[in-house]
């Protein structure tokens, strides 16, 4: 993972979590807390469970479709 692409993760996060700042800790649903924490963790570590997920799917495409529902078999 690159570091432009942590940085990325990182910076989305800080403004995740200024905007829940902004609009008060007890007033934001738990789960807005679930992608700052998520993103943190991949800037941090570099390790991205959804990044992971949407280039599994991506590898899936065959002639650019998806291989189940693909007309050019």
């Known amino acids: 993972m690159t570091s432009a ?3 990325q993760f990182i910076t989305t996060a ?3 979590f200024i905007g829940i700042w902004l609009t008060g800790f007890n ?16 800037g ?4 991205c469970p959804g990044l992971m997920f949407w280039k599994k799917m991506d590898s899936n495409k065959v002639n650019g479709c998806v291989y189940r529902h693909c007309k050019h078999k």
Request: charged share 10%.
């Open 27 to 42: 007033k934001v649903h738990w789960f807005l807390y679930v992608p700052v924490i998520a993103l943190t963790f991949a």
């Open 5 to 7: 692409l942590r940085a």
């Open 44 to 47: 941090i570590t570099g390790i």
């Open 14 to 16: 800080l403004f995740l």
